[in-house]
Structures are given as structure tokens and as C-alpha cells.
């Protein structure tokens, strides 16, 4: 998959490498510091979310974490618990889809099945004393449709990493406890992914990625195969050789043929998911959690921006209009869980470290979040003859449409 063109609203800071004030600027005066557009590096992405093609119906990327010049590491922060997480991500991509990331004593809304302990997270990239860069990412991860207050996947003990201690020796890993996804009203437990076989599942009822109607779904879940397959920001570079690594989830939302879609919203939730509330969480949250992941050689990237949406209620009397839906059309969402990459010159030699030991110096280094509104707004619906726009604000973009995203607060 070709990663995504990030845009962000007018007055919204451009994407660019951040890090904490002076930390870059000293580390590229280090005598032992590697070279920025060239050298070892490492990234490390919480999730993802994109819907049609190429994000033609609005994505959203977590802040993704990038090993630093000199040895030490880069931590994801423990206030990021949901993608999307803010209002601005929310609108972005509609608002109907929310990965949680774990934390759900933090984010008060607790999508998980009963059983499965609130944790945090832990997306780490690292560049090591010898010079080899590493990246991991472990987490609890829930899919949750906001809409229908239901949860449509549960990925526990979730751990993806890539290491590249020689040219000839890149790893990539991705592995979990346990998947379960929503089958016959409930969550069930199913085999995860063999080698290079996906796990695929037919779920009768879940929402588009925005708006109020619902259809059929093919939910597939996979481990990354190749970098180009991560969704991430353009500053998420490859090298002269890479590995890339993390968990993929393809939504692919059928219209039922002669629906015409409730204009109301749904309320229902799933006993055994635990409560779930479609509100809010806070601007970002994640949490640092250990879980552990398999995969192969893989790569990925994340920003996240913010999203808000509205819908209008229905009638005191009763359910709004059923309104017919024309043309509708699949909508394909895809989402990465926990994407991770390192690269490294074809010449590269680890440097002696000089047998030095401890823990490595914490130096935040990170691609900003951001979120690319919808290009074209009937992708997110599946509606071909939907009407509506999109408009650019100060410091948020707004999705004017005739029915909206339901508000997450």
C-alpha cells in the first residue's frame, strides 16, 4: 500500500520531525551522532486508520516515534489511548471507527471483554550504543464500532518489533495471545494468522465508517509483508535495506442490497465486551502496555489529527425518515496495529560501543499526528449520490454534511 499524503487544516502545524527543544539540534553536532537522511533508524507507530483507497475517504496516523541521532530511545506518550482520539481525527475519517489502545481505566469507556485488564502501552524506537536501531510497539488493541457500541475485534497481548543488527540480519516480528472477533452476536475466539494465511470473518452487521447506515462486513487480519504496506507519514523514511513489521485489519463494509438504513442512531451494547461509550476520550490517550507480537520483516507509520462529528437526533417521536441509499458501493477500511520498521546502509558495521551498559537516555523524537480529511465524502458512506463538502478551519477540519458523525463528546 503506498503510504498517504498527510493534509492537515489550515492553521494546523505541517508534519515535520519534532523532538524535545535542543535535542536535535545537539544531536546533529555529535561527534557520534549517525546521519539523519542516511544512517540507522528505527520508527515505531501505535495504529493507524484509513478508509478507500489511498485514504480517499480520510486517514488518521498516531504520532509515530523515531530513534534518535545519538543512542537513546523515543517513547509514544502514555495520553494517547485511542486512534482517532480527537475531535479533528474523529471528522477526518467519520468517527464510527475507534481503536483502543488498551488503557480503558484512562479513556472511561471500556470496550474489551470482561477479563482483560486495563494496561498500557509501550511504542518504543531505539537506537542502541552500538549504533543498531530497534523498534517495538506492545498493546492491547480493540476495534470499536461507536456507532452500534459494539466492539468488532479484540488483538490481546499484541507485540510487533524490527531489529537491524547487520544488513544481512533485519528482523521483524508480529505476535499475539489471542484475536477475537464478533461472530453470532458476541466476541469469539479464532485462531490467529498462520505464516502468510490471514484470518478472515464475515460479521452480518457493522456500521460504515461514517454516517448512520450499516451494512455487511469481511473483516481480514494479517501480518504487514513489506514496508510499502504500513500506513505512514511521508517523513518515515526506508533505507538501503529495511524491515518492517506490524498487525493490518481490512474492513471492507457491504451496503445490503435494497436497504434503505436507519436514520437513528444504535445504542445497543454487548454484555460480554464490557461498557463501551462512544464519547470522547480525551484528545489522545495511550497507555504502556507489554504485550507481544509476531511478524516478519515489516514497517510502519502513524499521525493522528482530530476529527469531530454530529448527527441529528432523531424524533422525540419516533426514528427519523428512512432515507434511500443510491448508488451504493463497498467501502474498504484498512488499519495498522503497532507498525514498526528499521533500515540501515548497505555499508553499515556496529560501532563499538565500548562496552558501556544502562539503561538508554529517553529523547523524544516523533513525527507530529495528523489526519487528511475526506477527498471524496461518498467513499466513507459507500453513498455514490451523497451530498456534502469539505471545509478547511483555522485549526480543525469540519465535515459539512447533511447527516453527521455522532459528537464523541
Known amino acids: 500500500m503506498t503510504r498517504l499524503a498527510t493534509k492537515l487544516a489550515a492553521g494546523t502545524a505541517a508534519l515535520a520531525l519534532a523532538a524535545v527543544p535542543g535535542a536535535a539540534a545537539a544531536q546533529d553536532s555529535a561527534v557520534d551522532a549517525v546521519d ?21 475517504g480520510g486517514s488518521v496516523i498516531s504520532e509515530t516515534q523515531r530513534s534518535p541521532l545519538r543512542p537513546g530511545e523515543s517513547r509514544l506518550a502514555q495520553d494517547r489511548v485511542t486512534v482517532p482520539g480527537t475531535r479533528s481525527e474523529r471528522s477526518a475519517t467519520g468517527g464510527n471507527y475507534e481503536v483502543h489502545l488498551g488503557n480503558h481505566a484512562r479513556t472511561g469507556s471500556n470496550p474489551f471483554p470482561d477479563g482483560v485488564p486495563s494496561r498500557t502501552h509501550r511504542i518504543v524506537a531505539e537506537l542502541a550504543a552500538d549504533h543498531v536501531p530497534r523498534a517495538s510497539a506492545e498493546a492491547n488493541y480493540a476495534l470499536w464500532d461507536t456507532r452500534s457500541g459494539r466492539t468488532v475485534l479484540v488483538l490481546e497481548g499484541a507485540r510487533t518489533s524490527a531489529e537491524c543488527p547487520a544488513p544481512g540480519e533485519l528482523t521483524g516480528t508480529a505476535t499475539a495471545d489471542r484475536l477475537r472477533v464478533r461472530q453470532g452476536g458476541g466476541l469469539q475466539e479464532v485462531a490467529l494468522p498462520t505464516g502468510d494465511e490471514p484470518v478472515r470473518r464475515e460479521i452480518p452487521e457493522l456500521s460504515f465508517p461514517r454516517g448512520d447506515h450499516s451494512g455487511t462486513a469481511t473483516v481480514t487480519i494479517s501480518r504487514i509483508e513489506s514496508f510499502d504496506e504500513l500506513l505512514r507519514q511521508q517523513q518515515w523514511r526506508s533505507g538501503d535495506v529495511t524491515v518492517a513489521a506490524g498487525w493490518k485489519i481490512e474492513v471492507v463494509t457491504q451496503p445490503v442490497a435494497g436497504d434503505t438504513g436507519p436514520a437513528e442512531r444504535t445504542d445497543t451494547t454487548d454484555t460480554t465486551e464490557g461498557t463501551g461509550d462512544a464519547g470522547d476520550a480525551g484528545d489522545a490517550g495511550n497507555t504502556e502496555g507489554a504485550a507481544t507480537g509476531t511478524s516478519q520483516n515489516r514497517t510502519a507509520t502513524t499521525e493522528s489529527t482530530e476529527t469531530t462529528g454530529s448527527s441529528e437526533p432523531a424524533d422525540a417521536t419516533g426514528p427519523a425518515p428512512k432515507a434511500v441509499t443510491p448508488a ?37 523524537v516523533k513525527i507530529p499526528a495528523g489526519a487528511a480529511p475526506a477527498q471524496d465524502d461518498s467513499v466513507a458512506w459507500g453513498l455514490g449520490l451523497l451530498g456534502g463538502g469539505v471545509l478547511l478551519g483555522a485549526a480543525a477540519v469540519t465535515v459539512a454534511l447533511r447527516r453527521r458523525v455522532p459528537a464523541g463528546d
Open 36 to 56: 539523519e537522511a542516511t544512517g540507522p533508524v528505527a520508527y515505531a507507530n501505535a495504529a493507524a486508520l484509513s478508509v478507500g483507497e489511498n485514504g480517499s
Open 328 to 364: 451504493a458501493e463497498p467501502v474498504t477500511t484498512t488499519i495498522v496495529l503497532g507498525g514498526v520498521s528499521c533500515s540501515l546502509p548497505s555499508d553499515f558495521v556496529p560501532v563499538d560501543s565500548g562496552g558501556g551498559s544502562g539503561p538508554a537516555p529517553t529523547v523524544p
